[in-house]
Every structure is written in C-alpha cells, then in structure tokens.
C-alpha cells in the first residue's frame, strides 16, 4: 500500500470512527434541543418563536366530542393521523373509542405502528415494488394493517409481495368520489373486489371514500346535500357488493366537514375525521348545523406563537413567522383579537402584517397568538407540538412522523 493510499484509508477509517462514536451523542444531543423540555412549566407567552402550541383542554374536548356526537348512530371513528402525525396523539383517539387510525403514506403508518397503534388503515394506494414489499412487511409484523387498492395491476403485485412475505393480508378498495385516487364505482369496483376476494394471499375487508371536495362546503345544509348525492354510486356500489356476499367489513369515508352527516349512509361502518382535532381558518369558515357563519362543533385547538420583530412602518408590523412557519395555504393566517390585521405569510422567514386599526399598540418582541389556515401541512413543519393547560407548557408532543412522506 503507498504511503497516499494508507494515508487516504486511515483518514477514512478515523473519520468512520469518529461518526460512530459521535453519532449516538450528537444524536442525543439534537433529540434534547428538538425536545424543549426545559419549557415544561413555561408561559405560552414565553416560549421561543415560532412555537406550535396545542390547548390540551380544547384537543381533548374535540376529541371527545365527535364520539359523543355518533353515540348509538353505529358509526365509528377511525380518525386519520396525516393531521397530527404523533403516536402520542393518536394513543389518545384509540383511548377515547377509535376503531383504529387511518395513514396518508406508508411511512406514517410505519410509525404508529411502530410506536404502539395497533390498528392503521393506509388510505393511499402502493404502486412501486418498494413500498409494495414494504407494506407486505409491515402488515408481517403488525396484524392490524390494512392496504388501501384501486386497481388490477396492483392487486396482483400485492399478492405477489402477501405470497412472498408467507401471509394473507387486508385489503380496501378505495372508491373514486373526487377523480384523485381510487377506482369508478359501479361494475368496475365490483370487478376488482371479486378479483380480490379470489386472491389466495389477501383478505378483502371492503371499500373507503374520501370526499374531499365536500367537506370545505359553505354551508350545513348545502353541504349535507351535496356530500349525499356525491356518496350515493358508492352506496350503490357497497349494495351490489353486499349482494354478491363480499364481506364488507369497512365502509369508511367522511371527514370534519361531514362527520355528523355521513351516519346516515346504509352500511357506513367509520367517518376519517381529521382536522377535527384541531381545526384551521379553512374549517372555521364553513359554518356547522347550528351556527351558520362558524363551524364551532370543534375548538381551534392548534395555533402559533409568533414574534413581533419590527413596527418601523406606522400600520405594518413584521413577525418571525412566514411560509415556514405557516405553508402558503390559503386563507391567510388569522392573529387572534386583531381581525382588522391582514397577515401575508408569503416571505419564507417573515410574516408581514397590514392593517388599518390595531386594538393595541405593539412593540418590538411582542407576542401574538395565530390560528393557521391549514392545520395538517403546517404541522409538518415542526418537529414538537407543546401542549398547553391553562396557558402554560405541560407537555411536549414530537411530530414523529414529520417528513414521512414516503
Ligand atoms: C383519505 C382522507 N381521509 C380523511 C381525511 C381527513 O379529512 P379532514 O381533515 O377534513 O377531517 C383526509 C384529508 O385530506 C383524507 O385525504
């Protein structure tokens, strides 16, 4: 070996070294910091900004709420975890009566299952051979997952993975209510249950829909009506389902928007109740079945502390929290007790604020209270959660599966 080449290899070989060494104290050392324990106790109005807060007396008050509200309808909830994203949270849905959780990606499910949820429907369809064997493997290891399927190619890849993975799993086929994902409902879903119900290595549970485009409806009744008529060739298709002795197990669906009206639907086992939790600007301005104007079955639980960093400008105020603190979601982010303040979150770092009348004057290092306008992707942001009792940190809420995209 020349002296370069041993130089080069004990370089690497140090450097190797080194990062195994210092990986488990770095680590540590970064899961500290990440963890803010040390706020524990701490004012809301003190904590560092920008700060994801939840009120814990509001969260689980809506928590409770959606069960109260579907008691004795036979409806159950199976709340979906792409808002929150926390096992923590999630261990408090499944404790309040949840049939189990639904997963937006594999990689969310993988970390509630992982972390002690016993029960996660993936609603999205796998189509890569990676995340195919992946979920394959997950549902080896955790009985109580369940494979979202919308067409034949990927039934037959399933199957395959089932096979080679030595199980049999559940599958639901996902009805198309929105043209995003899921098959047409009718003769082509009932196609491809069958298909299913043949397959040696999968077990079909039944069918989901999603109806996205509804929930954001202004307006109780019209959105009661409009989220029936769209529902109605999915009921149709779960009665030619039934009628062909296919067990239909789960006929999921629904969200927030339309929680209190889909326990009419024949046949409707669970609603996919997501924001609910915390509630954004987007749901608030619904309106509910007793208050036209504001959608007030559920408590904004979930805000954002933010620092007032200039006041230079008579009438502008600039904040540390802009498109990383909040998305770009629309509406824009509301300040609590400032409904005059027009907040543009469009600067990554910076939030700028307009307005005409302020009920108070504010300084430089002032604190405001912000409701989001879209409460699942911002919380992708953060990595904790603080959960507030009476204005003060009680307890810090990891996002652990912030980023699990995949
Ligand atoms: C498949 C699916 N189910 C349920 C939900 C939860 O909806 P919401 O937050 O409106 O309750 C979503 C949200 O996008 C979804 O995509």
């Not at 202004?218 to 999915?234: C, S, Y």
């Not at 039934?242 to 326990?263: H, P, V, W």
């Not at 007030?296 to 400008?313: C, E, G, K």
């Amino acid at each position: 070996m020349s002296s370069f080449s041993r130089r080069n290899f004990l370089q690497t070989s140090a450097l190797a070294g080194a990062g195994t060494l210092l990986a488990p104290a770095l680590q540590a050392k970064n899961l500290e910091m990440i963890l803010d324990k040390g706020a524990i106790g701490k004012s809301k109005w003190d904590l560092d900004t920008p700060a994801l807060i939840v009120d814990l007396d509001k969260m689980e008050r809506n928590i409770k709420k959606v069960h109260t509200r579907l008691q004795g309808t036979g409806v159950g909830v199976r709340p979906h975890v792409k808002t929150h994203k926390s096992p923590a949270i999630a261990k408090m849905q499944v404790a309040a009566g949840a049939l189990g959780v639904c997963a937006a990606k594999l990689g969310e499910a993988e970390v509630m299952l992982e972390n002690g949820i016993k029960n996660v429907l993936l609603t999205t369809v796998n189509v890569s051979a990676p995340k195919i064997i992946k979920a394959m493997a997950l549902r080896k290891k955790h009985s109580g997952f369940i494979q979202a399927v919308d067409n034949a190619q990927n039934i037959q890849d399933l199957q395959d993975a089932a096979k080679a993975a030595g199980i049999k799993a559940e599958v639901t086929l996902d009805i198309d209510v929105i043209g995003r994902t899921g098959v047409a409902p009718g003769e082509q879903a009932l196609a491809l249950a069958q298909m299913i119900d043949k397959m040696p290595n999968l077990k079909f549970c039944g069918i989901l829909a999603y109806d996205g485009g509804v929930q954001h409806v202004v307006g109780f009744k019209a959105r009661q009506e409009r989220a029936l008529k769209t529902f109605e060739p999915v009921v149709k298709t779960y009665d030619m389902m039934k009628a062909a002795g296919l067990n239909m197990e789960i006929f999921s669906g629904g969200g927030t928007g339309t929680y209190d009206i889909m326990s009419v639907v024949p046949g409707f086992t669970d609603v996919q109740v997501g924001s609910y939790l915390f509630m954004d600007r987007q749901y608030v301005e619904i309106g509910g079945e007793k208050n036209e104007t504001v959608f007030d079955d559920f408590d904004v639980s979930l805000t954002v502390i933010a620092t007032v960093i200039n006041n230079r400008v008579p009438g502008r105020l600039t904040t540390d929290s802009g498109a990383k603190a909040f998305t770009l979601n629309k509406p824009t982010p509301l300040v609590i007790g400032e409904p005059g303040f027009n907040y543009n979150a469009g600067s990554d770092e910076f939030g700028a604020i307009t307005f005409e009348k302020a009920n108070k004057t504010y300084k430089v290092g002032d604190k405001l209270e912000i409701i989001a306008p879209h409460c699942d992707p911002i919380v992708n942001l953060y990595d904790i959660i603080y959960g507030i009792r009476n204005d003060k940190v009680e307890s810090i809420i990891p996002v652990l599966a912030r980023g699990k995209s995949q």
